[in-house]
């Protein structure tokens, strides 16, 4: 991975004009046809992609990240601000918006918090990070075959106001499977409107389980609706005596919240861990520093402070 040299772009613009086609081009560059596209498409200017343009505004791109990196590296206490976040397993998007509230002065961007991670200047820090890598990797799907679910009924008959976020009492679910030597999963629940989060350790993950556990969760917490993934474990979802919606399948993104709650649990319980070392108190501990934890998308309140605000009355109780 090389940026694009004066040459490489006098080259893209004698091509242009000549009529070549954007993979003609990548293939006398040597280059990657997307290194080609996106090259053209964020230096052209009025339509009209010119070489002397295009390496005027990559130099002052580049001159606009170091600025930015400046910002960190010249304050000490903002450098130290930064640190201090990410041992406390913040994410870089939440530093930089709690950072904007506290000193609308002096902020930085979420970006340049993760240019610093992955500098030499904060390289050791990147272990403080969710997925704990120097660079993202490709993800690989699997498609798995899974036995028909009865009764489901698809998210597109959801009525719009639990999408829109009308109305309180509307949940996502989901599992959290560990290595297979280990039979106990976390089931997870997060509330849609102001992502208060559940969780509990179960034995195994059979539907029989799933099913006997959200019984008490739902008459408890007053559940109107449960939007879940197509796992087999959530076959019983019929008996549950409430409206439940499922995911297309291979589209988990559909039912984001609690998606991100899962992703949420991994950091304080990582993926080869063994679920059955933890009870849950342990269980309960964690949800509360995650329902005490400011989101932004709640524009960095907590989802218990929201809860709280809209339903002062209810009391947050775990279900043994």
């Given at each position: 991975?090389?940026?694009?040299?004066?040459?490489?772009?006098?080259?893209?613009?004698?091509?242009?004009?000549?009529?070549?086609?954007?993979?003609?081009?990548?293939?006398?560059?040597?280059?990657?046809?997307?290194?080609?596209s996106r090259e053209i498409n964020r230096n052209k200017v009025k339509?009209?992609?010119?070489?002397?343009?295009?390496?005027?505004?990559?130099?002052?791109?580049?001159?606009?990240?170091?600025?930015?990196?400046?910002?960190?590296?010249?304050?000490?206490?903002?450098?130290?601000?930064?640190?201090?976040?990410?041992?406390?397993?913040?994410?870089?998007?939440?530093?930089?918006?709690?950072?904007?509230?506290?000193?609308?002065?002096?902020?930085?961007?979420?970006?340049?918090?993760?240019?610093?991670?992955?500098?030499?200047?904060?390289?050791?820090?990147?272990?403080?990070?969710?997925?704990?890598r120097h660079r993202p990797r490709k993800r690989k799907y699997k498609n798995k075959?899974?036995?028909?679910?009865?009764?489901?009924?698809?998210?597109?008959?959801?009525?719009?106001?639990?999408?829109?976020?009308?109305?309180?009492?509307?949940?996502?679910?989901?599992?959290?499977?560990?290595?297979?030597?280990?039979?106990?999963?976390?089931?997870?629940?997060?509330?849609?409107?102001?992502?208060?989060?559940?969780?509990?350790?179960?034995?195994?993950?059979?539907?029989?389980?799933?099913?006997?556990?959200?019984?008490?969760?739902?008459?408890?917490?007053?559940?109107?609706?449960?939007?879940?993934?197509?796992?087999?474990?959530?076959?019983?979802?019929?008996?549950?005596?409430?409206?439940?919606?499922?995911?297309?399948?291979?589209?988990?993104?559909?039912?984001?919240?609690?998606?991100?709650?899962?992703?949420?649990?991994?950091?304080?319980?990582?993926?080869?861990?063994?679920?059955?070392?933890?009870?849950?108190?342990?269980?309960?501990?964690?949800?509360?520093?995650?329902?005490?934890?400011?989101?932004?998308?709640?524009?960095?309140?907590?989802?218990?402070?929201?809860?709280?605000?809209?339903?002062?009355?209810?009391?947050?109780?775990?279900?043994?």
């Open positions: 991975m090389k940026h694009l040299s004066k040459h490489e772009r006098n080259e893209i613009q004698i091509l242009r004009g000549k009529g070549y086609s954007l993979r003609d081009i990548a293939t006398v560059l040597e280059r990657n046809v997307s290194t080609i339509g009209e992609y010119s070489a002397k343009k295009a390496n005027f505004k990559a130099y002052q791109r580049r001159q606009r990240r170091k600025i930015q990196m400046k910002r960190i590296r010249y304050n000490d206490e903002l450098e130290n601000y930064i640190r201090e976040k990410l041992k406390l397993k913040r994410t870089p998007q939440l530093i930089a918006g709690t950072r904007s509230k506290e000193h609308p002065d002096y902020t930085v961007g979420y970006v340049t918090v993760y240019k610093y991670v992955y500098s030499r200047f904060g390289n050791w820090l990147w272990e403080y990070l969710y997925s704990k075959k899974r036995q028909l679910i009865p009764h489901r009924v698809r998210i597109d008959a959801r009525p719009a106001s639990i999408s829109k976020l009308l109305d309180f009492w509307h949940y996502e679910a989901d599992l959290i499977v560990w290595p297979i030597w280990t039979k106990a999963v976390l089931l997870t629940l997060t509330e849609k409107v102001s992502r208060l989060k559940l969780a509990y350790r179960l034995p195994s993950k059979s539907p029989l389980e799933v099913q006997k556990k959200l019984h008490p969760v739902i008459e408890q917490f007053g559940i109107k609706s449960i939007t879940f993934d197509n796992w087999i474990e959530f076959m019983y979802h019929y008996r549950l005596g409430i409206p439940t919606y499922f995911c297309h399948p291979y589209h988990s993104r559909e039912k984001g919240q609690v998606e991100y709650t899962n992703k949420l649990y991994r950091i304080y319980i990582p993926k080869w861990t063994d679920l059955s070392n933890y009870t849950q108190e342990d269980i309960d501990l964690i949800t509360s520093n995650l329902n005490n934890r400011p989101m932004v998308c709640l524009d960095y309140e907590t989802p218990l402070k929201i809860f709280h605000s809209f339903l002062p009355s209810v009391a947050i109780t775990p279900i043994m």
